[in-house]
């Protein structure tokens, strides 16, 4: 395939070496799975513009004289006929009554009848007719001869225009010019193959401006899709029909004229992933002006809930010092959370293992009554069993034979898919098997997951809560460990930099359990909506795993009233 300009083949290229060497992304790209959406797959080279992509295939020449290996097509031609042939009565009558065509403009264009009641449209290039499209009220069509030139209909009237409208239809063509409009391109297809989009870059090479017009249904937006890539986004604007018309010729039929022209006038920029107008945005603003700004949801636990909530989607990174207990912590604070509001969470906790054991916790910080045998009060066993049904409900365990990044996310879509799940757990992070390059460092790599986490987060609409432990930690003059930072763990500030919010677990290891206070420092929260830098003490009741906030309540109130919350009454768990 050859394009008269990189923009024209919808290549932006990157990077150029000075051998003219480039990368691009390709129009695959946005087809592809999430996290190779942003990858540099097709390679080219400035010099003698060519390009190929490794995902897709994709193979084409940019500029220059045409390749001697290139195939130069040959097409078949028109029996000459006489320019004034007649248009069959019924098919007149059927185009002006039922179609709202004018004569005019069926004049212009030199429709006639190659058989009784159908509709030949000769298509036009050059002032010569190079094939004759018919069709018949019943819509059944035919082209003649086999073999002929696929240049669009319209060419004449669009070669060297400025402005150009494409349409998908024979009819939707008469109708614009009905309105008004006769630099009009028709493509007919869902689909049009490389020949014909080459054809279509050709005739357009002077259009600053091509209006996409395509129906309102699957096949046209496949069409217009297709076709804005490959003709420069930068030129195209999106024609959007009034509702409850698919085409231009339904709403010359439905509306008029008038309703046409506003249609074209009102035509936006071309839609591209990734760039957001905020135009697209005014019901959004207008909504969080109403109602304020959201903030995560809420535990229950106001002296948590006044530092630290979860939004959707979003990436919590947890650490701590050794023993300060970071797991019994989570999953007190989950239990919370699925008891508030609902939610589901997947834990992928290799350190509790069997997982038996955990769901055990889970079901004791439930209940709040010990598991064991021998505590005291401990749970009955009517408790016991409505608590794991409750808990089965709320909590699924991920326990991949292969401890990395992509089969934990491949069971947390699955998850996602059977029980909509709103969280997902991965403790400790340093239990991921490192599927990192001989030629990619160690913060390479855990910038790498932390991103594709970060994505996940975003492409299943949930929250991802990373434990990770630091590395080997200061001790003070007294011998208590420091309170452990992201920068702790492991080689790389990505668990800081990537993360919405950071939280820090710590407690005195040379005091008893019971003895102590259990701190949780929040030390990131990126939006202010969601809570605030500062800490939280609790007490730990070993037996039940359930924690109880030590702030004094009037100073509680005094923080929740100052932070903005969400408000129950307004937003619900769906718009969460």
Known sequence: MRYATWEEAGISPEKIKSDGEFVSLCTCSPHRAPAHQRERCLKGNIENGRFQCHNCGRTGVVGGKRLTKEKVMTYKTPEPQPMDRPLDMSAFEWLVKERGISPEVIKRNGLYSEIPGAISFPVMKDGTVIRVKHRTPEKKMWVTPDGADPSPLGWDDCLGEHEVIIVEGEMDKLAMETAGYRNVLVIPGASPGD???????????????IYLAGD???VGEAMMDSLAPRLGYSRCRRVYWPEGCKDA???LLDLGEAAIRGAVTTSEPYPVEGIVEVASLSQSIDLLYERGMPGGLESGIIELDAKITLRKPGLTTVTGAPGSGKTVFLDWYLVQQAQRNNIRVGLCSTEMIPPERHAALLISQYAGKPFGIGERDRISLPEMQAARRWVGNHFYFILPEENTVESIIERARVLKERHNIDILVIDPFNDIFSTRHRDQTNTDWIHGVMSELKHTAVDLSMHVIVVAHPKKLQKRQDGSYFVATPYDIAESAAFFNRSDNCLSVWRDSRLEESDC????????VKFHEDGEVGVVELTHRKATGEYIPLMPRRQLASAVQNRPMWPDQVYTREEW
């Not at 020949?195 to 401006?209: D, F, H, N, Q, W």
């Not at 206070?517 to 990131?524: M, N, P, W």
Request: hydrophobic share 40%; proline share 0%; aromatic share 0%.
């Open 195 to 209: 020949e014909v989009i080459g054809k279509v870059g050709e005739c357009l090479r002077s259009a600053k401006v």
């Open 216 to 218: 309102a249904d699957a």
């Open 249 to 251: 010729n339904e709403v």
């Open 517 to 524: 206070v259990t701190q949780i420092h929040i030390q990131k």
